[in-house]
């Protein structure tokens, strides 16, 4: 190649130029949908309406959006009350996120740098792969399975201290809440001491369930989370915040009175941190982190008298920059490979997320109704947009109810 390039710099400067002008590309790459078999079509028809779409849409992708859109369909299913087809999709979807990880061609392909992000097969970012088992645990839950209950949301919080490219300490109160209330299920109190002496770390006035709770209410506010390319051709990830949703806080009616169901965990905050620092964008598998303070009000604090996480809030101030070294290039033409390689930031989410999730823990009745409103920034309640739904119990005299503003 050395002899070439001397005997021809002409052809050598041309092909450092298109190496160049590939790694500059803009704007997103259209990729091809399969056509459905007939099979496939009957299978979309047999299932519920409110997730037919997105069936449609996993028969069409292929792998390469395999796990997405059975992220979306589980939580779709499971907030209309189908259970077994929601369970089904999440640990298909928990299957593939693990083998990733695996000796295969599949998860080599995934980990490469010479292959785009956006070209990878889908497998989530830390949050959103902890938020499948956060759902499969409340699935477990709701079917009397309490081990496997609490052993989803302890893998969902190992997701969370996981990234590719370092570890970090995982701080997603919700699913150490979640830990402890399926250990309190289990009749396993030590377990469930240590889970809320650990939450306390992070949320010092959650709410601690009493010995006549039998049942939790929780409640979704807010848009997901949204992952933006960023920079000269796209290949810089950045989190902001889900875009026009008023609803931040909830209440449910509890006789004549409302009362306010605790903010357990702002999913954005999740998204847009590692181990309780802020991310500034994410650059082919780094992290960067800001360097001056963050001020991380959000809105947590806006619902609960600044309950955000303790922990997190201690972390994230002072200097928080993680620089990273420069890789160094041997040759113009190894330039223009780097510039080929991780040319797009891989920006597609689960957009069924909520912004915040909201749990308390009381007293219910099987089949007991709970209406829940939702309130704005200020507080107040946000004209016609409440939700009713039903405690479901499992059959061992604990129940589960979730209320949404998330419509189908």
């Known amino acids: 190649m050395l002899f070439i ?6 052809l050598l400067a041309s092909a450092i130029l298109s190496l160049s002008l590939v790694g500059c590309a803009t704007g997103p790459k259209t990729y091809d949908r399969s056509s459905l078999t007939a099979a496939q079509e009957q299978v979309i028809a047999s299932k519920p309406t409110v997730v037919q779409q997105d069936y449609r849409n996993l028969y069409e992708e292929g792998r390469r959006n395999e796990v997405l859109n059975l992220m979306e369909i589980g939580l ?35 980990r490469s740098v010479w292959y785009e992000e956006a070209e990878k097969d889908f497998k989530g970012e830390p949050y959103e792969r902890s938020m499948v088992y956060l759902y499969l645990g409340l699935i477990f839950l709701e079917q009397g399975d309490y ?56 949320r010092p006035d959650a709410p601690i369930p009493a010995d006549d709770h039998n049942a939790l209410l929780i409640v979704e506010t807010g848009q997901s989370p949204r992952k933006l390319g960023d920079g000269v051709g796209h290949y810089q990830l950045v989190y902001r915040r889900g875009k026009d949703f008023p609803d931040v806080g909830a209440q449910w009616q509890a006789g004549e009175t409302w009362e306010t169901v605790y903010p357990m965990e702002d999913i954005y905050f999740q998204a847009s941190t590692r181990g309780g620092r802020a991310i500034d964008r994410i650059v082919e598998g780094q992290v960067q982190y800001k360097t001056t303070t963050r001020d991380i009000g959000t809105n947590l604090s806006s619902v609960s008298q600044n309950s955000l996480l303790a922990g997190a809030s201690a972390s994230a101030g002072g200097v928080l920059g993680a620089g990273f070294a420069a890789i160094s290039l041997v040759s113009v033409a190894a330039q ?28 219910a009745e099987p089949g007991q109704q709970v209406t829940v409103r939702f309130l704005d920034k200020n507080g107040q309640p946000i004209p016609g947009l409440t939700d009713t739904t039903e405690f479901r119990f499992d059959g061992r005299g604990q129940g589960l109810a979730l209320a949404t503003s998330r419509r189908p």
């Not at 390039?5 to 002409?10: G, T």
């Not at 490219?165 to 299920?185: C, K, P, T, V």
């Open 76 to 110: 779709k299913a499971y907030r209309a009350g189908h259970l077994d087809e929601a369970r089904a999709a999440l640990d298909r979807a928990r299957v593939s996120i693990e083998s990733i990880y695996a000796d295969d061609d599949a998860a080599r392909k995934a």
């Open 5 to 10: 390039a001397e005997r021809r710099p002409a």
């Open 336 to 363: 223009g490979m780097s510039a080929a390689a991780n040319v797009r930031a891989d920006i597609r989410y689960w957009e069924a997320l909520p912004d915040t999730l909201h749990i308390i823990p009381l007293r």
């Open 147 to 202: 081990g496997n209950a609490r052993a989803s949301f302890i893998s969902g919080l190992l997701q969370d201290a996981f990234a590719e490219e370092e570890q970090n300490s995982a701080d997603f109160a919700s699913l150490i809440y979640l830990a402890g209330w399926a250990a309190l299920r289990m009749d396993s109190n030590k377990l469930a001491e240590e889970h809320f002496q650990e939450l306390m770390a992070f």
